[in-house]
């Protein structure tokens, strides 16, 4: 073990937020007050931003009753950034480090935050300059590499379960087509979350459509076709970022100007993918078809965070701040999951360059042999982390 | 009072379901299962479709604890339905009614449900058959006549009252325009409710439009840019059912085939308003706009009721039954708010002919003299009606 470093601390949050990136800036905030080598906790406001134009708050003035309802209240308390920095931006953010005696970095982020604390460190080494970098993962697309899962993804994958139950039910009340769009533009962890909607045979969502799997036009109508004309309604739940059999995204398409099924130019936006699918359908002929687009609603809806998501959010926070001031080297807070009938996690370090830029798509045997559905081993995995889900009843 | 007439009774669902119209259709089967006067409680599949086609479920037959599951299960349990049915359609129903010696009528539904329980009460007196005809209200639009408010509204305002918060929090994290199209197409006040979301000046949503009051897009444009050069942010809610200053739906023009500011036809689709806003406000040089479409989910989402409004539209089924048997004329089941500080409301019976077909847009003094905001007075109204909503947290 290296020796315990003394000095000031640096937080910031990146990228999309979540229902409990708050969580983790609580729980950094809360070990940060305990641990004696660290004097000053400051908030940079915007991530990197913040950081880069000294821009920061002090975050040891706020009280715990105030932080339990920080931590509950969804999106980035400190703001959030979508700059991505080069070596220019990243030796200025340490120029403002080293002005500021921070010896701890922890950030709160997806894998391009977790590459941005690679790179500062890099930069500390080069200098000789003693810092301490811990990533903290965060993500409702949960692609994060080495952990088993990623804080955000159980409180979003609560609200798109939730949003299809009662979707699928509004459908057989009404039946027709529906389409449901849902985020996770290069990984279908969050669409194939919506499975959890399911309660019994017959239920929705019936098809599910990741990006990990290429669907054609063709193929698409034809499945829509064959569970209506089965059921006589139809839910999809489908990612943003779905691919035709040529690997070109949907939304893509859309956007860059390239004419739809009825020769019309969609304008990009956000409604884009699930009209243009809900045109296919009605010329197939079905009457009732209607899309939504779920939004941001899953990644920010108030109230509604899955409890054990909200935990180990807050638990990861506390862990980054216990691992850099224990003398452990830099790194990322991961989660292995306990082996065991009862779910549980224990935390762990993992390297940067193990989480920095790469994704982790869904794994073969998590994606159903037909192409547009889950495994019963992907539903075993995703279960605990949404936590409980209502009942739906049915008279039959 | 009349005699109390003694036979079977049916029960059906219309229109867009809500996230409490199971509680009304339970607490309809509570209280028949009570009245000595009710027989059989026959179950319309999908409203107005079934009774003409005699199609119905026994509701005696299901267990207390299902009953009390499907309350609280979103959408309409015995299917719905958006037949609008003329006078040969009425008529073949209420044939139906007399081979099944029905006695009752119940119908949980909007405006056009209470007209379609008015023609066959009228149809009914013209043979001089006895039937007892009794409308219970729903509608996440809140714009029937003579109830204080209507059952699923709240639930839908507890729904964009969260959606909102977050969102704002969201927009706060990583600044731009957000657009937030809310349901509701001839009256306003939905996207009304999306006015809880704020806790503190400074709160989004910061525009508000509702159908009530006309908007011109260069209006629309100018209140977005006093906000984002105020705030250097804005969240909007609107309504789907604006209109410009000539009156036309501004989402009818796009789904007619009009041309938008960028020379492109769009589709129709329900993400169209929104995205043709967004284009609007990216016209104006704003980088980051976003736009969602609320969609379904304000009707259906599961697990997130307002507790007021399921215990009020389980009432309101209640007391149709108890209306009915105790020989009251046939009406429509209506709320009065009480004075005095503490919300509650007293039942009453309504006329059939003051709820049918009729809309009840928001009053002037609900409405902000700006014409993009609510009153202090509309809050006072709509808050006891959402129940409690989360507190959010803020670093200052």
Redesign the interface.
Known sequence: MAEVLKGNAVVG?SG??T?VI?QSLVGVIEEARKAQAIKKLL?ARHGVRGMKDNEF?D?RK?KPD?????????????????DKPDENYCKAIFDVFEKNNVRYFFYIGGNDSADTARIIRELADLVKYDLRVFHIPKTIDNDLRTTDHCPGYGSAARFVA??L???D??N???PGV?IDVIMGRNAGWLTAATALARREQGDGPHLIYLPERPISQKQFCDDVRSVYDKLGRCVVAVSEGIVDEAGRAYAGKLVSGEK?A?G?????????L???L??LVRQMGVKRV????????Q??????ASPVDATEARQCGRMAVRYAVSGQPSGSVAMKRKSGRAYGVSFFRAELKDVARLTKPMPADFIAANGHDVTEKFLRYVRPLAGE???????K
Chains 1, 2 share one sequence.
């Open positions: 949050q999309g937020p229902a708050n908030g708050l975050l706020y105030l932080l339990e309802t920080l931590a509950n209240t969804p999106a980035a308390a400190l703001g959030s950034t979508r939730c949003a139950m009662g979707d039910r509004d057989a009340s009404l529906k739809d009825h019309n130019i969609q304008l990009s936006g956000s409604g884009a699930g009209d243009y809900a045109g209607r899309a939504d687009t779920l939004g941001y609603l990644r920010s809806f108030a109230g509604f889900l209502p009942e739906m009843g049915k008279l």
